[in-house]
């Protein structure tokens, strides 16, 4: 089927159903980042292939919403299907309320369709507040779905025990969220977040291959639990486990008559409605009382305990050996060989599986030579990536997962000759790295309020990186995960001991280069003083730095000392683990400046 | 009377009108931050004299709340008196409402008294949410004041023109709010805040000493201006001045039937909740849309014009000349004849008055000696102040209102021989200040953001100063405006080109020493990139900041850049206003480190 007859079947039965609009957004039914083919709807019936849009259908029109990343790749792949792309990240751009608001501009009520397992709750009242001018009608039926014959079946992996490597056990976990319950005096609990119920339940999967996570829901009640997921999926250990600890079975469709079954018009229920389906939320009783807040359980999660720091720290020192043999491997070979993008990336993987516990990598490497590193997201293909050669810099943001934890790690190497602006920038943004790393904070603190001191000697250098400048990490999980951040958009959620969160200060300038220099951060204790308490970072990441790009001149004393001490470190603790030509190149990469 | 009179009075009156307990805060009707004498119920009845505190009293018992600056304070002017002091800011605090909770434990309702002028609908709202178990009750008469009988009259000074030194005229203002009321489809917008009203209407007054506003309300209407103002207050030329632009006078105590009258069900009226009285709110129409929202023109306010630019300017150079002469009279007579804190503050205000246009001080001068400095509100009275010795620091916060605009300055001077963490601890607070004031940084950044640049050496000396690092400043108006500040509290009020702003962070040793360097700076644009525009800030402030103390080692290159810069500037800016001796002396303080 072209696009145009999806669009033409699509119509058809928006026509039985009496839908003026029908939206279709890239989400799963667990709003998940990284997305199960059979949740693809909105690429398979646009042939736009982007991570991030929304299409809407009407009757004679169909447009697609995505970001500036996508401008050119939309046009392409929308070319001659009917379909109209729109920027959102542009300034005055046209909305999809702009939009529907000029098409209906002489109705007075608008029914919308989409499928109600996939838009959440928030994405709904998104919709109605950005069309308040109208009375609106939704109807929850998936028609997308009902003309997609070949969708793919959900993903349905057997899931595997991580009570090993997690610290905290289920039913500890289950305490603390009891806990919380209590406080709101609640009666249930929903949870749709894939990273909340791994973590929960102590379990982890392989629906998707980046990440380690179970296609499932979870509603954690006073007196019980119950866990929603594919029966196939469960193995009769696993099966055997939950018994044990309380966790009643039942299949992932089941949850919405579940809730119409046993929760009462007098329950209390908790849930995050940017993390519930529509669907699932329409399933609750009227006049029950829901009380809405943010995933408790994203921010328990993000607080790792003894045991998930210990298995971070391991993981980190298998994959800095990675980077290391990588490093050692791209010195040898380059100017003997010819080097590409994806030789890079496809050599690093083949490194990492040489570690023990390496499961995949937690998303797919950018390997970006030059120019090519100024796209903060680019992908190299096959067909139009670069040849690595002896100018300029390489950035490579890579990262696995092992059974011990989630990493993500970026070096900018300089392949050979490099610019003053080169220099000077890498010098920028490594001097951001270590202002913000080296700070001692007080308790209290978010990492809002830290994030200035990274972007400090770049906004000085008259550049800004239009991203966050760090994110939290998984205990083999999502290599993105929250609460905390450090970014430029406000947070009211302090970094805690436990916490660990990267710091990638960047810059990017087009058809130029790009440098990123990252690694991964846990938020310790560092003193008890009249004044309160301090916090410090430490870095679990111990690749080296290269120091070869770096202008002497532009760093202070302290910077260099930070600099000089994270290579003592990284050598000492990464020596045990490299063989004696290994670690004679890493003390010559660690050496002092 | 005696407060144990005093109350009894009270309580024979809410006995009378069936209150079971009556409520009295610091506040005036215009939420001020600085109080005119009628106002100072709370004061009155308990013969607590400290600035803050809520008194609350009922048949058989009284409480008085306050901050833990004033707890020795309390307990000693309440001693007998029948009230007990309880201190806020401390752990787990016996709040009002838990102690309302405990005395009225077995009570379903509660009838609480207060006067509904002074209490803002925000304040009234705070008790609502504090004591939700129970029905609630409200009298709105004030009780206090009818047993109050030599109570002070409502200050009544003449007001005056301020249009000369103003920028934008009268109906340029109104216009704005017009334009922000249109956008609300807003019919009235009600303003109590005295420093926003004076700012509107070009005109300033003298009702108490150190804020040069004038007691009344304004609300703009879409066709009106009405001013509610004592008559006497204004002159036969402001009168004219008035009617020329559109300004309907009425008496003060005219707006409640003002609103009663011109008020329909059907108006929508835009207020802040945070700044009109509870009385005033009650005026308005049931059934009339109320749309609230933080005052728009304190945002107005605050980002001044070219006039109000080259004003504030003008004070500065002033201020700073008196500054000069001030630390030239220290370092000629200290060690000769006696100076106690009280000379230095008497001093400078002798100073001030050589200027021209100087009205008053901004606030009483804190002029601190050695270990009284680490009470970061430490006044001096005669009895107890210190003479300042040839050791340690002098601390001196002190400001000015001319008619250009209003100062606030704080410098810490050796006097004398230093221990190594007196030099140390002003390195460091010196190092904050000039790290946070000499980053360029991105338009949209808020001063929280920035705030952390202040902080950063403070910290990683293992110390925090428990207070914002700075606050916005009025042009002839008061001393701490917003909204914008460099806080660690959440803020989303970016900074703007044309606000001004200061800048002061410190440490402050119980026992041993407090250290403040504080500036003036105005947020300017800086360069415009592909990255986006940047903005920077200039001080305004001119005075040698002391190098004695400085510990050369630990100021990075960049920062002793910054010192001399700004010292040379100052220099070059202050020389035409100062004698030939001053100017070589200034020369001396100025030279490059």
Redesign the interface.
Known sequence: MKVKEKLDALRKLMKENNIDVFYIPSSDPHQSEYVAERWKTRKWISGFTGSAGTALVTADDAGLWTDGRYDIQAENELKGSGMIPYITNIPNPVTVYDWLKIKFNSKKDIRIGFDGKVMSVTQVRDIENGLKQFKIYFSTEDLAGKIWKDRPAAPCSIISAHEKYAGRSLSEKIKMIREKMAADKADHFIESSLDSIAWILNIRGRDIPISPVSVSHLIVSKENISYFIDNKKVDKALTEYFSKNGVDLYDYEYINSFIGKKFTKKSVVVLDPARISYEIFSSIPGSAVKIEKTDPVQLMKSVKDAVEIRNMKKALIKDSVVLVRFQMWLEKNLGKRKITELDVSEYITRLRKEQNGYVADSFNTIAAYKENAAMMHYAPVKESQATIMQQGFLLVDTGGNYLEGTTDTTRTYAVGKLSREERKDYTLVLKGHINLVS????K??TG??????A??PV??G???Y?CGTGHGIGSFLNVHEGPQNFS?R?S?VPLEPGMITTVEPGIYKKDKHGIRIENIYLTKKY?N?P??E?YCHESLTLVPIDTKPIVRSLM???EIKWLNDYHSGAFKKLSPYLTQAEREWLKDKTVKI
């Open positions: 700070t001692k904070f007080l209290g603190t809002h309020a830290l994030d200035v001191l972007r400090q906004w000085n008259m550049y800004d239009k430029q406000m009211n003193k003083t004044s309160g301090f202070n004393k302290s």
